[in-house]
């Protein structure tokens, strides 16, 4: 399996033959060191760790293109994390052969994201940095995952606090007359923005009052748009229409016919984020509303769900969220905590019980009178 031998210049040699058969050597200063460092790679030969010395010689740039595309997401995920190792990843560690990456090194890494980065930004890289070197391990590139055991900076998830229905106004009020409906139908549907852009005049049935969400629209940098699957099999659903909702499309689909996507830009073609981002600040300034995410439009419709008493499933399903978890982290602030119901509640349990033990006690002092 190997040996340890001393050379001319005093250091001790040792040496093995790995799964190849190719010899592999290293010096030491001591024997023993030297002793230790076989015993350790031949201990690890024998249970399937061993990991071959030259094999972490790939840098991590060149480790992680190969790894991105072995991954199976949706393309908006892919993207993602595409823009992650490109921005954030190669300009700092990306050049670092595999088996150099050190702990202290990924350490100092997140410490650097942190001065410019939000918390769950810097999560996130760090999160697709480990799968990138835990695959590394798995391939016997590395012997261990150098992100094991980081410290992250604490991400503090605010609460969410929907728009007030003035806001609401204001927003669509600035809005291109084109683009009005769509501000309406995700405030009062709570549909994702790629699900409202991919929008089909087939997926609407105003006469039932309902939406089919089977698909959205995906914006890829250097891509037309195209179509793909919602963001999960949850997500796949269909989802009422109030009143006003279906008067805003009705009057939109009069001013603005079209026999595919129900929103476009102004010469017909799918709406691009880019382009809808850019009359979405515009409007927001003239409004004077704090800038927002599209997405709080989404907050908006599941707080008047929760406002009028609706369920925890039935916020869910119509969110298309594939856990009810999810939409209690999101939203759980939100649901009324009714502090006399509750206390009329356990009362009514304890009542009789505090009757029984007031009986009880008055029927214990008297046989301990009769006693004496």
């Known amino acids: 399996m190997g040996n340890v031998a001393r050379r001319p210049d005093g250091k001790w040699r040792a040496r093995y033959r790995d799964a190849s058969g190719r010899e592999r050597t290293k010096q030491f200063a001591r024997k023993v060191d030297a002793q230790r460092w076989l015993a350790e790679t031949t201990q690890s030969q024998r249970e399937g760790r061993y990991v071959d010395p ?9 480790y ?6 072995r991954q199976v997401h949706r393309p908006t995920t892919a993207d993602q994390m595409e823009g992650v190792v490109r921005r954030y990843v190669d300009p700092h560690l990306g050049a670092m052969r595999l088996a150099a990456i050190q702990p202290s090194d990924v350490q100092r890494w997140v410490k650097q994201l942190s001065l410019t980065l939000a918390p769950s930004t810097v999560g996130v890289a760090h999160r697709i940095l480990s799968g990138i070197l835990k695959s590394a391990v798995a391939d016997h590139r590395i012997v261990s995952n150098p992100c094991t055991g980081t410290k992250l900076p604490k991400v503090t998830k605010p609460k969410v606090q929907p728009i007030s229905e003035d806001q609401l106004a204001a927003i669509v009020g600035h809005m291109p007359r084109r683009h009005q409906a769509l501000v309406i139908l995700a405030a009062g549907t709570g549909l994702r923005q790629g699900e409202i852009v991919g929008l089909t005049v087939d997926r609407l049935d105003l006469e039932r009052r ?13 891509r037309e748009p195209f179509f793909g699957p ?14 006003v909702v279906v008067d805003a499309l009705r009057e939109h689909l009069r001013t603005y016919p079209s026999p595919a996507l129900v929103f476009t830009n102004n010469v017909g073609a799918p709406l691009r984020r880019s382009a809808f981002w850019t009359e979405w600040n515009r409007a927001l300034k003239q409004a ?5 995410r599209f997405h709080e439009l989404r907050h908006y419709y599941a707080s008047l769900l929760i406002r009028h008493g609706e369920s925890v499933k039935t916020v869910q399903a119509r969110l298309g969220h594939a856990r009810a978890s999810e939409t209690l982290d999101t939203y759980s602030h939100l649901w009324p905590d009714n502090d006399e119901r509750t206390r009329a509640a356990v009362d ?25």
């Open 54 to 62: 030259q094999a972490g010689r790939f840098s991590l740039s060149d």
């Open 64 to 69: 992680a293109q190969k790894w991105l595309s």
């Open 210 to 222: 309902t939406v089919l969400v089977n698909r959205q629209l995906i914006n890829l940098n250097g």
């Open 230 to 243: 919602p963001k999960s099999q949850a997500s796949v659903r269909v989802v009422s229409l109030p009143e």
């Open 288 to 292: 004077g509303v704090p800038a927002i």
């Open 348 to 372: 009514g349990v304890l009542r009789n019980f505090a009757d029984y033990l007031r009986t009880n006690s008055g029927a214990e002092t008297q046989n301990r009178s009769s006693e004496v």
